[in-house]
Nanobody
Framework: QVQLVESGGGLVQAGGSLRLSCAAS????????MGWYRQAPGKQRELVAT???????IYADSVKGRFTISRDNAKNTVYLQMNSVKPEDTAVYYC?????????WGKGTLVTVSS
């Protein structure tokens, strides 16, 4: 059974940093392309960062140069280092695989950036 548990969110001032974690269980994590998604209030969920099983990364233009995605296959965990955060980064952040997400999503972790 798929289980995704996101953590590390919180309240941070603009320009600050946060590190999000997502622990996966019940899945073939090491061979999965993983991504971080976010959903801001009143908006659709969007993909912000992707990492292949081999470590190749892709970022949305809105976070390029500020966010870094990484993974530890031994721990079945994917990370998102968020630097120079902006108020528009405020959202609930989720992880899941690509290109077709697992049906079960985690609860996400809320990131709130104050100006």
């Amino acid at each position: 059974q798929v289980q995704l548990v996101e953590s590390g969110g919180g309240l941070v001032q603009a320009g600050g940093s946060l590190r999000l974690s997502c622990a996966a269980s019940g899945v073939l994590f090491s061979i999965s392309v993983m991504g971080w998604y976010r959903q801001a209030p009143g908006k659709q969920r969007e993909l912000v960062a992707t990492i292949t099983h081999g470590g190749k990364t892709i970022y949305a233009d809105s976070v390029k140069g500020r966010f870094t995605i990484s993974r530890d296959n031994a721990k079945n965990t994917v990370y998102l280092q968020m630097n120079s955060v902006k108020p528009e980064d405020t959202a609930v952040y989720y992880c899941n695989k690509l290109p077709i997400p697992w049906t079960t999503w985690g609860k996400g972790t809320l990131v709130t950036v104050s100006s």
